[in-house]
């Protein structure tokens, strides 16, 4: 195969001029300062969203002047709609119009921006995923520029991240709900730390987030129905090959091969907009990669990771490669997630999850305890909405299967903190300072040198890592404002009722004390997962949904509608809607992937088998029929609860089981005849590629 596209080079020396135009297609900072300062303004206006009110106009004319020097003469609003994940490109939603006005009098066009195209604008909302919240006779949908995240600049096209809702207000995106969920994890948070001597103006959630994918051959890609429609290989025998060397992770990033300058040129146009793509690395499957970028607020980086996944996709195929961002795209070798890195700091910069800096502070030594203990008791009361987060398609194949924490919601702390906060339970709080611990490697080319006290647990869904807790079990193709809008709004919960029982009288050590002894069930530093272990945890009660759909259906209970409704995040309403929405996309999801392996049976494995001479052809042909059955059932079904559990018996029993049966044909069919893509032909770029040697001597 020919893995590179003409004209790609390997950079030589590396010099910081290549990089000095990092971040000028995103306005903000420097940036916007020099063009808002043309019309009088700076980039301090950008901070208070109130310049929608009495600046926009400002602002429009700065970014058009940017726009242009850049040429882009195109805007849009863009938005994150509903169930987008596996399925939309990009997952996001978007009307480009030219920044232009037609005179046709004169016939002549000039360029035409105003305040009130950049901070509204109206879409079709029936046409999107909406769970009932919209109808084609009841279809407005309204967009809204979203303050906290600024302006990028792509190709000829200027993107407005916006908020996308109903005539009435409803939610009908990704973004509404999680600015809900800052607001109220802010006000909560403040109010909490004002009780313990400490004001700050606001809050906010950082987060990082890592993204593992997979590239393969685009030629090989075209082999595979179901990778090209589903993102995942529905059958396939094992190469004689996998994982079981660990010799693909961390392993040298080759120049033989398209990935290298494919991750290059992602990090260079993702540099470009001010996305700080900062580290690379194999993965440990075959084929699968990581990219990392440094931390920043919750809607900054879950935009950012979105046109992340988008520009890893678009400039793939440049390089003749695929990207699959899908969970689970082979069977037997690690599938992919995307670690979500949580934090809160104040609007002076402070991490209230680092010990250190938020007692210096705050000069309360407790404080850092008390938020531990709130967020304990968030994970251990609400571990089914942080299932129900990570409850996306793909993620059924990796929960529990030794490469993703299983589906069973605990914390690690480690013991240092644990013991840390043992003490504070038993009423000895204090100052926590973690420890370290020196190794002496017993050679004098390398000095002893400083460790943390705690090693890192892989295992668990939801580690403390120093500074930040990393929910680990997210899937690698999600948006992940669910996941952040469910974290931040246990969390200001639980710092609203800590408020609500100090201002009622109770010491903030008594209250933390409390939390901490009703909760610590949900504290575990085992190996989650050893199977004795996870007996343990639920023995213990700690949250455990195996399944995704039934995951999916816990934002219809009771204690969770009436969570979302008390911190004003969704109403009744839009939980019912958001869990149909889900269910959909689930059955959605499973019906594509039935039909796809009905088509690859009767166009490729059988056709393959006949010709050969071999092979289980009846079982085949009845495989078919019991495909087209478990599909009419589920469109038979009432509702999308219903259909969601007809799915995923079909595609977590009956279709694995059909699966073998394919996979025993493809081991007995000659290879000249097996007229679908292999996973040796699919997985292994090292050894099956063809690099021109001209390309590294010109």
Same mark, same amino acid.
């Given at each position: 195969?020919?893995?590179?596209?003409?004209?790609?080079?390997?950079?030589?020396?590396?010099?910081?001029?290549?990089?000095? +135009?990092?971040?000028?297609?995103?306005?903000?900072?420097?940036?916007?300062?020099?063009?808002?300062?043309?019309?009088?303004?700076? =980039?301090?206006?950008?901070?208070?969203?109130?310049?929608?009110?009495?600046?926009?106009?400002?602002?429009?004319?700065?970014?058009?002047?940017?726009?242009?020097?850049?040429?882009?003469?195109?805007?849009?609003?863009?938005?994150?709609?509903?169930?987008?994940?596996?399925?939309? *490109?990009?997952?996001?939603?978007?009307?480009?119009?030219?920044?232009?006005?037609?005179?046709?009098?004169?016939?002549?066009?000039?360029?035409?921006?105003?305040?009130?195209?950049? %901070?509204?604008?109206?879409?079709?909302?029936?046409?999107?995923?909406?769970?009932?919240?919209?109808?084609?006779?009841? /279809?407005?949908?309204?967009?809204?520029? +979203?303050?906290?995240?600024?302006?990028?600049?792509?190709?000829?096209?200027?993107?407005?991240?916006?908020?996308?809702?109903?005539?009435?207000?409803?939610?009908?995106?990704?973004?509404?709900?999680?600015?809900? =969920?800052?607001?109220?994890?802010?006000?909560?948070?403040?109010?909490?730390?004002?009780?313990?001597? @400490?004001?700050? &103006?606001?809050?906010?959630?950082?987060?990082?987030?890592?993204?593992?994918?997979?590239?393969?051959?685009?030629?090989?890609?075209?082999?595979?129905?179901?990778?090209?429609?589903?993102?995942?290989?529905?059958?396939?025998?094992?190469?004689?090959?996998?994982?079981?060397?660990?010799?693909? @992770?961390?392993?040298?990033?080759?120049? /033989?091969? /398209?990935?290298?300058?494919?991750?290059?040129?992602?990090?260079?146009?993702?540099?470009?907009?001010?996305?700080?793509?900062?580290?690379?690395?194999?993965?440990?499957?075959?084929?699968?990669?990581?990219?990392?970028?440094?931390?920043?607020?919750?809607?900054?980086?879950?935009?950012?990771?979105?046109?992340?996944?988008?520009?890893?996709?678009?400039?793939?195929?440049?390089?003749?490669?695929?990207?699959?961002?899908?969970?689970?795209? !082979?069977?037997?070798?690690?599938?992919?997630?995307?670690?979500?890195?949580?934090?809160?700091?104040?609007?002076?910069?402070?991490?209230?999850?680092?010990?250190?800096?938020?007692?210096?502070?705050?000069?309360? +030594?407790?404080?850092?305890?008390?938020?531990?203990?709130?967020?304990?008791?968030?994970?251990?009361? *609400?571990? &089914?909405?942080?299932?129900?987060?990570?409850?996306?398609?793909?993620?059924?194949?990796?929960?529990?299967?030794?490469?993703?924490?299983?589906?069973?919601?605990?914390?690690?702390?480690?013991?240092?903190?644990?013991?840390?906060?043992?003490?504070?339970?038993?009423?000895?709080?204090?100052?926590?300072?973690?420890?370290?611990?020196?190794? &002496?490697?017993?050679?004098?080319?390398?000095?002893?040198?400083?460790?943390?006290?705690?090693?890192?647990?892989?295992?668990?869904?939801?580690?403390?890592?120093?500074?930040?807790?990393?929910?680990?079990?997210?899937?690698?193709?999600?948006?992940?404002?669910?996941?952040?809008?469910?974290?931040?709004?246990?969390?200001?919960?639980?710092?609203?009722?800590?408020?609500?029982?100090?201002?009622?009288?109770?010491?903030?050590?008594?209250?933390?004390?409390?939390?901490?002894?009703?909760?610590?069930?949900? %504290?575990?530093?085992?190996?989650? @997962?050893?199977?004795?272990?996870?007996?343990?945890?639920?023995?213990?009660?700690?949250?455990?949904?195996?399944?995704?759909?039934?995951?999916?259906?816990?934002?219809?209970?009771?204690?969770?509608?009436?969570?979302?409704?008390?911190?004003?995040?969704?109403?009744?309403?839009?939980?019912?809607?958001?869990?149909?929405?889900?269910?959909?996309?689930?059955?959605?999801?499973?019906?594509?992937?039935?039909?796809?392996?009905?088509?690859?049976?009767?166009?490729?494995?059988?056709?393959?088998?006949?010709?050969?001479?071999?092979?289980?052809?009846?079982?085949?042909?009845?495989?078919?029929?019991?495909?087209?059955? =478990?599909?009419?059932? %589920?469109?038979?079904?009432?509702?999308? @609860?219903?259909?969601?559990?007809?799915?995923?018996?079909?595609?977590?029993?009956?279709?694995?089981?059909?699966?073998?049966?394919?996979?025993?044909?493809?081991?007995?069919?000659?290879?000249?005849?097996?007229?679908?893509?292999?996973?040796?032909?699919?997985? !292994?770029?090292?050894?099956?590629?063809?690099?021109?040697?001209?390309?590294?001597?010109?």
């Amino acid at each position: 195969m020919a893995s590179r596209v003409a004209g790609t080079a390997t950079r030589g020396m590396a010099s910081i001029e290549p990089y000095e +135009d990092y971040g000028k297609h995103l306005f903000t900072g420097a940036v916007a300062d020099e063009y808002l300062a043309k019309h009088g303004a700076s =980039a301090a206006l950008l901070k208070d969203p109130t310049w929608t009110q009495h600046s926009a106009d400002t602002v429009a004319a700065a970014v058009l002047d940017w726009a242009v020097d850049n040429g882009a003469n195109v805007y849009c609003h863009w938005f994150q709609p509903m169930a987008s994940s596996g399925v939309r *490109h990009g997952q996001t939603g978007q009307v480009q119009n030219m920044m232009m006005e037609f005179c046709r009098e004169e016939g002549k066009i000039k360029f035409d921006f105003k305040g009130k195209d950049l %901070i509204k604008g109206e879409t079709d909302g029936s046409s999107y995923p909406n769970g009932g919240l919209r109808a084609t006779h009841t /279809a407005g949908g309204y967009l809204a520029v +979203d303050t906290s995240s600024p302006i990028f600049l792509r190709g000829d096209t200027i993107f407005i991240p916006s908020t996308f809702v109903s005539y009435y207000g409803a939610a009908l995106d990704e973004k509404t709900p999680l600015l809900r =969920a800052n607001e109220a994890l802010s006000k909560n948070g403040t109010r909490l730390l004002k009780l313990l001597g @400490y004001e700050v &103006d606001s809050l906010q959630a950082n987060i990082g987030l890592e993204q593992e994918i997979f590239l393969i051959p685009r030629d090989q890609y075209y082999r595979r129905p179901d990778i090209q429609l589903t993102g995942r290989t529905v059958i396939g025998k094992n190469a004689p090959r996998g994982q079981e060397m660990c010799d693909h @992770y961390m392993a040298p990033l080759s120049s /033989a091969t /398209a990935a290298l300058d494919c991750m290059r040129e992602i990090q260079e146009e993702c540099w470009k907009m001010g996305i700080p793509l900062k580290t690379r690395h194999r993965e440990v499957a075959p084929n699968q990669f990581e990219f990392a970028p440094l931390f920043g607020t919750n809607t900054t980086q879950i935009d950012q990771n979105i046109w992340v996944m988008q520009i890893i996709e678009e400039v793939a195929a440049r390089h003749g490669l695929a990207a699959l961002l899908q969970e689970k795209p !082979f069977n037997d070798v690690n599938g992919s997630g995307k670690h979500n890195n949580w934090s809160i700091g104040t609007n002076t910069g402070i991490n209230l999850l680092n010990p250190g800096q938020v007692s210096k502070a705050s000069g309360n +030594d407790e404080l850092f305890g008390i938020v531990m203990a709130a967020i304990v008791s968030a994970v251990d009361t *609400h571990g &089914d909405l942080m299932r129900m987060a990570i409850a996306s398609p793909g993620n059924d194949f990796r929960l529990g299967a030794c490469e993703a924490p299983p589906a069973i919601v605990s914390t690690y702390l480690g013991e240092d903190m644990t013991s840390y906060l043992e003490g504070f339970k038993n009423g000895t709080g204090g100052a926590y300072n973690p420890e370290t611990k020196t190794l &002496d490697l017993g050679t004098s080319s390398v000095l002893p040198f400083e460790v943390p006290a705690e090693d890192r647990n892989r295992t668990s869904p939801f580690p403390y890592g120093g500074a930040r807790f990393e929910f680990r079990a997210v899937g690698s193709s999600q948006n992940v404002s669910m996941v952040n809008t469910v974290l931040n709004t246990i969390t200001a919960e639980k710092f609203g009722e800590f408020a609500d029982k100090i201002e009622a009288g109770a010491s903030p050590a008594d209250v933390a004390k409390e939390a901490l002894n009703a909760h610590w069930k949900v %504290i575990f530093n085992g190996n989650n @997962y050893d199977e004795a272990c996870q007996q343990e945890l639920t023995d213990r009660g700690v949250w455990r949904i195996d399944s995704g759909v039934e995951a999916i259906n816990t934002l219809v209970s009771e204690k969770n509608i009436a969570l979302f409704e008390k911190m004003k995040i969704f109403s009744e309403e839009e939980c019912v809607a958001r869990a149909a929405i889900l269910h959909d996309h689930y059955s959605g999801t499973v019906e594509m992937e039935a039909l796809t392996l009905i088509d690859m049976i009767n166009q490729h494995i059988i056709p393959s088998c006949k010709a050969g001479g071999v092979g289980p052809l009846a079982d085949l042909e009845a495989a078919v029929g019991t495909l087209k059955s =478990a599909v009419a059932e %589920i469109h038979a079904a009432e509702s999308s @609860y219903e259909k969601a559990q007809l799915s995923r018996v079909l595609r977590l029993e009956t279709m694995i089981d059909i699966r073998e049966t394919c996979d025993a044909a493809e081991e007995v069919v000659p290879a000249n005849l097996w007229t679908l893509a292999t996973y040796k032909e699919l997985l !292994f770029l090292d050894s099956h590629v063809d690099a021109p040697v001209s390309e590294f001597y010109d």
